[in-house]
């Protein structure tokens, strides 16, 4: 026989997933934010997502063809997810020029200096929006106006910083919670409606493409942290419920750590780090000179991953054998 | 009733609707069959014919070597015309090859132990035992490991359960499933003979959920000492050690063996085998098997001879539907491509698999993205992702510490990863690399 059998080695069939699909599931896991930021903040919103991710393909592919001479790279979306979560953390009237520095940070040094997608330590697009805050303070402290009807809103600071100047009281008084729950508030373009990225999550947990226990445990933790020193002092600490929907908890809990790359992927690590950013969170929002600390707690744990992989690696089948045998 | 089964896995396409419903079918003797010297897990035996001989159906041709070997059987009456090396699909080593040319049957059997039930605990120790081994009989899942090896401890030490293997987790396969509804009877026995040598007082026939016909006709046969029991349908459910801990939730030692925790697993064709060798003192030279797959015309449940060349079964199967495409002996998780379908039949091939090109694509691994699927995937508790990094970083002294060594090659983790990292391929070259170190050591 003349024809050529493939020797390919087992396993002979396969999942049909791939990289890419999942990339592609997480961008429009994020569509409902996206959309609700055009609702509120205008079409600003919109272009800044569009360039945030299209930028951050750009470089990624400029990068892998000229200056790492991979000839076969083909664009996986991972760029794409980092460069639109850059673009939601960042206020609608941020400017884009900006955003583009933050994306190239982003991935040509957060995600490239260490080999590209599956190697890098920290997760890119949280080490963009750091590296803007540091170095564009004022810029991305400016919060663009609410610009839909129904918005009634009357003042111009995030609910965290209202709370940490002005305390509970008057914050609550300002913001209600389900302002908060729904986005009519302020903040990043991204992070403002909760409810939209539950919607997103929703659909990524239906598409099994996202492990549920680190935002189960991040969020746990928050509730319960808070919780105890809204008990201590309700004024200067803040309700959980607050805590919970009032800055960028939701997105940093359901889409930032929840990056497969920099987070743990047995069950055990994931609880972990899940509780570590849940702590590290309120340590920051409470005792820090920040508001907000979402994305400096899960920087944090991204850099304990390698010490949590290893306290949590499973115990291999048969381990606890030796019992068994005792018994027998 | 809760359906037995492990944890983790996964669950393939089952695709066994192609050869499930078409019965068992014998197939006329090929022309010429070559048969492979080397085909049990352990020492190839000594070949004790030379060329030019005759020999019968059923003559014993090669001589065991050693605890872990067992003999050959001729499995057709002719001459033996040549006496060749030829690369193995599985040791992947030039290895001796006898080509005898067959004509009409003529049969050279063993003594029938016919009375074996009568037997006291001696005799079934020798007798039945030497039975086993005398008949060339290995475990015909596919692991080839000859089965009286596993009643040299058993015999010594207290054995709780034996446990018949017919969960034919892999997906398309159906011959175990055919086995089981065409010969319940004599699988029964073959378990009976079994508990018989090692003096266990419970058998169980595991049978997973999507097999009713084949549970049902185990069923009729049960008694008190023999207890077909439903698995979940879920791959790899046939693993011994997943089997083990679905039915009793005994888990192997890592590094040990079922016999210490008490427990033997063999296939259900393996039992059939047994039976067999005992009551009619036929040796293993015949087995069934599915040829099956989309590339191929009329996929069926064929009984053939050791040594048949692959192309005739293809032939008789209706041939390929198209040119290419993939030949794989065994199923499609764990099989073993080939490229010469003038190789032959083995004691372990359980199936022919042919898939089309259209379903053979180039595989181009990725970067890992630590998504975990295959942790989740994993019935051992492995990290494949983790020893996939360790053996490509060539930290093959970490990888064994973390269990490379443990794992079963099911491939549970490459099917699911979506990097389409190939872990078996990296995994099997670490065991390999171990077994060729320390074996040179000792």
Redesign the interface.
């Known amino acids: 026989?003349?024809?050529?059998?493939?020797?390919?080695?087992?396993?002979?069939?396969?999942?049909k997933?791939?990289?890419p699909?999942?990339m592609r599931d997480v961008l429009i896991a994020l569509i409902p934010a996206v959309i609700f930021a055009v609702y509120a903040f205008g079409w600003n919103a919109l272009w800044l997502c569009v360039i945030g991710a299209l930028s951050a393909e750009l470089i990624e592919y400029g990068i892998m063809r000229f200056l790492r001479k991979k000839k076969d790279f083909r664009p996986?979306g991972?760029a794409a997810v980092t460069g639109l979560l850059l673009a939601m953390n960042v206020s609608a009237s941020f400017s884009w020029y900006l955003l583009i520095i933050g994306v190239l940070v982003a991935i040509g040094i957060a995600k490239h200096t260490y080999g590209?997608?599956?190697?890098n330590p920290f997760n890119p697009a949280l080490i963009g929006r750091v590296f803007l805050v540091i170095s564009f303070p004022v810029q991305m402290s400016v919060w663009a106006p609410l610009n839909h009807a129904a918005s009634t809103l009357v003042t111009s600071a995030t609910p965290l910083s209202i709370l940490k100047q002005k305390g509970f009281e008057e914050a609550a008084r300002q913001v209600s919670l389900l302002d908060m729950f729904i986005g009519n508030t302020q903040g990043c373009l991204g992070e403002v409606s909760a409810l939209a990225l539950i919607i997103g999550f929703i659909f990524l947990l239906w598409r099994k493409r996202v492990?549920p226990i680190i935002p189960i445990a991040y969020i746990g933790t928050v509730l319960l942290f808070s919780f105890l020193f809204f008990m201590i002092n309700p004024n200067q600490f803040g309700s959980p419920i607050f805590h919970l929907l009032g800055g960028g908890l939701m997105i940093g809990a359901l889409f930032m750590a929840t990056d497969?790359?920099t987070?743990p992927?047995?069950m055990k690590g994931a609880f972990i780090y899940g509780i570590g950013c849940g702590i590290i969170t309120m340590l920051i929002r409470l005792f820090g000179a920040l508001p907000e600390g979402v994305s400096f707690s899960i920087l944090i744990m991204n850099a304990c991953k390698p010490l949590i992989?290893k306290i949590s690696?499973?115990?291999?089948?048969?381990?606890?054998?030796?019992e068994?045998?005792k018994n027998? | 009733m809760a359906i037995l089964s492990f944890i983790g896995g996964i669950h393939?396409?089952e695709r066994k609707e192609l050869a499930k419903g078409r019965p068992i079918q014998e197939i006329p003797i090929p022309k010429s069959v070559y048969l492979f010297v080397n085909q049990n897990t352990g020492k190839p035996p000594a070949v004790s014919v030379k060329k030019g001989d005759s020999v019968k159906t059923g003559q014993k041709i090669a001589e065991a070597q050693g605890p872990v070997s067992v003999p050959l059987h001729s499995p057709v009456t002719g001459v033996i015309s040549d006496i060749k090396k030829v690369m193995h699909p599985i040791t992947q080593k030039p290895e001796e090859l006898l080509v005898i040319d067959s004509e009409t049957d003529q049969f050279d059997f063993l003594e029938p132990l016919s009375d074996w039930k009568a037997y006291d605990k001696e005799k079934s120790h020798t007798l039945l035992y030497e039975r086993i081994k005398e008949a060339g009989i290995v475990g015909l899942g596919g692991a080839t490991f000859p089965s009286h090896f596993k009643y040299l401890e058993a015999m010594k030490k207290p054995v709780?359960y034996v446990i018949l293997n017919g969960a034919e987790c892999e997906?398309y396969l159906t011959i175990d499933d055919r086995m089981m509804v065409e010969h319940p009877a004599q699988i029964v026995g073959g378990l009976e003979i079994l508990l018989k040598i090692c003096g266990a007082s419970k058998g169980y026939i595991g049978v997973e959920d999507n097999k009713p016909e084949a549970f049902e006709a185990l069923k009729k046969y049960a008694n008190d000492r023999i207890e077909p029991a439903l698995v979940k349908t879920k791959y790899p459910q046939g693993g011994e050690?997943q089997m083990i801990?679905a039915l009793t939730k005994?888990?192997?030692?890592?590094g040990?063996f079922p016999i210490?925790?008490?427990v033997i697993v063999h296939n259900v064709a393996t039992a059939f085998a047994i039976y067999e060798a005992v009551e009619k003192g036929k040796p293993l030279y015949e087995r069934g098997l599915t040829v099956t797959g989309e590339g191929i015309a009329k996929p069926g449940n064929l009984w053939v001879r050791v040594g048949t060349p692959i192309?005739e079964l293809i032939t008789y199967a209706g041939g390929l539907h198209s040119?290419?495409?993939?030949?794989?002996l065994g199923g499609?998780?764990?099989?073993?491509?080939?490229?010469d379908?003038t190789l032959p039949v083995m004691k372990g091939t359980s199936g022919i698999?042919v898939?089309t090109p259209e379903?053979?694509s180039?595989?181009n691994e990725?970067?890992?993205?630590?998504?975990?699927r295959c942790?989740m995937a994993c019935?051992?508790?492995?990290?494949p992702?983790?020893l996939v990094k360790l053996v490509k970083a060539k930290k093959f002294e970490e990888a064994y510490k973390?269990?490379v060594l443990?794992c079963c090659?099911c491939?549970s983790c490459?099917?699911?990863?979506?990097?389409?990292i190939?872990h078996?391929?990296h995994f099997?070259l670490a065991k390999k690399l171990h077994a060729t170190l320390k074996g040179g050591k000792k």
């Open positions: 026989m003349a024809t050529l059998l493939s020797t390919s080695p087992a396993p002979h069939i396969r999942v997933d791939t990289v699909k999942i996986d991972s590209g997608i599956g190697n492990n497969m790359v987070s992927a047995t992989d690696r499973p115990k291999p089948f048969g381990y606890v054998a030796p068994v045998k027998g | 393939p396409p709780d997906p050690k801990y005994r888990s192997v030692p890592v040990g210490h925790i008490g192309q040119e290419g495409g993939k030949v794989i499609p998780m764990m099989g073993v491509p080939i490229k379908l698999l898939l379903m053979v180039e595989i990725t970067a890992c993205i630590n998504c975990g942790l019935s051992l508790r492995l990290e992702n983790y973390y269990g443990n090659e491939g490459a099917y699911v990863c979506p990097s389409k190939e078996v391929k099997k």
